[in-house]
């Protein structure tokens, strides 16, 4: 293999990790909103019942 096929590799190897990389990142963002989503929904859950128990 020469060092063409190499530097081609190596910069496919690069490729895959920012892929994955961003991937992971975009997962964890989207991971981070549901569960904010989650307690504002549940906060507006206690708001409802407190409103029609008075």
Request: net charge positive.
């Amino acid at each position: 293999m020469g060092d063409a096929a190499a530097r081609n590799f190596q910069y496919l190897a690069y490729g895959l990790i920012a892929v994955w990389a961003i991937l992971a990142v975009y997962v964890l963002t989207l991971a981070s909103r549901e569960r904010k989503i989650g307690r504002e929904i549940e906060s507006l859950k206690r708001m409802i019942e407190d409103r029609e128990g008075k």
